[in-house]
């Protein structure tokens, strides 16, 4: 299995032209138009030479950064394919068939020093529109980025079939080539700036051109109308300012149609979305940071999971697991079951929402012990419902106007070490918030009442907090020994998202029962309790489920999502990804306005930094107590060189507020 952490994002190249016409990266799901674009281009073109889907899915897997389409909104309306090949022009004595081997580009050699172009299609309908040039000028990009010598490639001469009779060969290559005679494909691309080297009889199969074609090349040297040097070096693209005209309108719309109290982290209108690429309406590129809000664990459209979506949809859509059993949804609970913590048997319920699936481990938690009250902490964040909400911390952001609460909540102080009181050590601190939390089961609640104690492993609202090892053991010792639930809410930092499969496994304990969601649904609305199957079994039947609860079409991405998330090596590569403050690629950067109190910058302050960051390309959203950090929640697929691009892009936007800040009057 393929976690694509061997090589870039393949999707990095993407180009919106004037016309609102598309060039990006070819996609597996454009195999079969590819087919069909081949046949009206090159209609006489001998079939045994012609690319059909099955190649053009071979040629992404052989070289996904030299494959790119045009696209009329999901319509494929030109293409270019091509492969990297060490060249000899003294000694030109192959074939086109040489060269593709029976279509299947099995002659591309990684380290070859020429990008070799096998062919460029536009359809008929579109030509005079400049898509044969935004191609080549999308394959300069590829040289430059991959340090080649430039394109080389056997264009045919596409009028000489009609003139054969009444000049020969030579006579109309050298015509063309100065001037006289304006052929439709060679006049194209000498006009790009490709030299012509040698005219080639037999190199392909085609009476349009009487099989000859004309070697050229493009030297690494030459500019490209609509080639840009500096973004074939980065991910980061940026033609208009953000939001540009398109993304503008599209606000406009939502702001007249969406409710006001609904906020919005960013003015990036999405179009697209690879891996860990935005590509936004008026055509830029942004590497996200945000992963919907940890959602996109796997990426944006991993194919698998793309793949599975769809088998599963020509199935069937929903069918309510209420009704009936579907093979998804157990195995999905299966799956869970097996990879969670605890050696204990284990059941699954599937929800679709974080907040609904916490729901149901309070639900449960109070059939099973019998008893009402739960247990949560200061910072915690645990969804928008009227329960979760309740639970959530955070009032003035979240909750303010939209009280009474559900009764029976008791919220209980949480050491945060990096604010521990002037005087005392971090274990003095840490102590004492022990001393504190066992206090609260005398004057607070008795732990009698107590059905469960709801925790994050890293709190996520509160700044990406990582609960001390100490306090979280602890708790999990007076659980055990008053008969409390211990519920572990891993919805934002869990499936990876920490650099193990499950944000309690750094601490060596194990809870009653995990909540997961985001990552686990590859951005498909899923969610899941797991845990021990007694607690889970006290439910009267007909008490727990949803209609849209466990969404067959949510549980396929879900599975191949777990496929992904539990393999060794992405696990690994996410640990490698690093931290600024959380455990491995769940990161957060807390501004303060002095290092030595820790006074916190403003919320205004930081959306400052946020925005200056999306406009250097950068997704990021805010998150902290106070507002005032900026949270890293990166697809675990991310390359380590987009990384420090995205990381120098933030670094950049907070100097650049910093020194406006620095300037501002008193």
Not at 66 to 75: A, E, K, P, S, T
Not at 258 to 263: H, T
Request: aromatic share 8%; hydrophobic share 45%.
């Amino acid at each position: 299995m393929s976690t694509g952490l061997a090589a870039p994002p393949p999707m990095w190249y993407y180009r919106r032209l004037p016309d609102g016409l598309v060039v990006m990266h070819t996609r597996l799901e454009h195999a079969e138009q590819l087919e069909t674009l081949q046949r009206i281009c090159f209609p006489t073109l001998d079939d045994a030479q012609r690319f059909k889907a099955a190649h053009y899915r071979r040629h992404l897997e052989l070289f996904p950064d030299g494959q790119f389409v045009v696209l009329d909104g999901d319509c494929v309306v030109g293409a270019t394919t091509t492969l990297r090949l060490p060249f000899d022009f003294d000694h030109i004595d192959h074939t086109f068939a040489d060269i593709i081997q029976g279509g299947w580009l099995t002659s591309h050699q990684p380290a070859g020093d020429w990008l070799y172009g096998a062919d460029v299609g536009v359809n008929p309908a579109y030509r005079g529109r400049g898509l044969a040039t935004a191609l080549y000028a999308a394959r300069q990009e590829v040289v430059w980025r991959l340090g080649l010598k430039g394109q080389v490639t056997a264009g045919m001469i596409a009028g000489y079939g009609e003139v054969k009779q009444h000049i020969s060969a030579e006579e109309y290559y050298r015509d063309v080539v100065d001037g006289r005679i304006k052929d439709r494909t060679l006049s194209m691309q000498l006009g790009i700036g490709f030299e012509p080297r040698a005219l080639l009889a037999g190199y392909l199969n085609d009476p349009v051109c009487d099989n000859y074609s004309v070697l050229i090349t493009l030297d690494t040297a030459k500019p490209v109308p609509g080639a840009s040097r500096k973004s074939a070096m980065s991910y980061i693209r940026l033609n208009t300012e953000i939001p540009g005209p398109r993304a503008r309108d599209l606000i406009a719309r939502r702001q007249a149609a969406v409710p006001s109290g609904m906020g919005r982290a960013t003015d990036v209108v999405v179009e697209r979305a690879s891996d860990a690429l935005v590509f936004d309406v008026d055509g830029n590129t942004l590497i996200d940071f945000a992963g919907g809000i940890g959602m996109m664990a796997v990426g944006h459209s991993p194919a698998p999971v793309v793949q599975a979506i769809a088998r599963q949809a020509e199935k069937f859509v929903h069918v309510c697991a209420l009704v009936a059993t579907y093979e998804p949804y157990v195995r999905l609970a299966e799956m869970l079951n097996e990879l969670t913590p605890g050696t204990f048997r284990k059941k699954t319920i599937l929800a679709n929402s974080g907040a609904e699936a916490v729901e149901n481990s309070v639900k449960l938690s109070r059939k099973f012990t019998g008893r009402p009250a739960i247990v949560c902490f200061e910072g915690g964040y645990h969804g928008r419902t009227l329960l979760t909400l309740s639970l959530t911390s955070k009032y003035g952001l979240f909750k303010s106007g939209f009280g009474p609460f559900a009764p029976e909540i008791v919220r209980l102080p949480i050491p945060q070490l990096f604010r521990t009181p002037n005087g005392m050590t971090e274990e003095q601190y840490l102590d004492f918030g022990i001393r504190q939390l066992e206090n609260a089961f005398v004057a607070q609640v008795d732990p009698s009442a107590v059905a469960a104690v709801i925790i994050e492993p890293v709190q996520g609202e509160a700044g990406f907090i990582p609960v001390p090892p100490r306090f979280l053991r602890r708790l999990r010792e007076l659980c055990d020994a008053h008969g409390m639930v211990m519920i572990a809410d891993e919805v934002q930092c869990g499936l990876g998202r920490t650099g193990r499969l499950f944000a309690v496994e750094h601490y060596d304990i194990v809870p009653d029962l995990i909540v997961t969601a985001k990552s686990l649904g590859a951005g498909m609305p899923i969610a899941a309790v797991t845990g021990r199957a007694d607690i889970m079994d006290a439910a009267h039947l007909g008490g727990i489920g949803g209609t849209y609860g466990g969404s067959p079409v949510a549980c396929a991405a879900a599975i191949e999502a777990l496929n992904i998330i539990r393999q060794p090596a992405f696990l690994a590569h996410a640990r490698r990804l690093g931290d600024v403050r959380g455990l491995g690629p769940m990161m957060l950067a807390e501004f303060v306005r002095d290092r030595r109190t820790k006074e916190p910058s403003s919320p205004d302050e930081t959306l400052q930094i946020v925005r200056q960051a999306v406009a250097n390309g950068v997704l990021v959203m805010r998150a902290g107590l106070y507002s005032n950090g900026v949270r890293l929640l990166p697809p675990l697929t991310m390359p380590e060189d987009m990384l420090r691009e995205g990381l120098n892009a933030i670094g950049s936007a907070i100097e650049t507020v910093s020194a406006r800040l620095a300037a501002a009057p008193v």
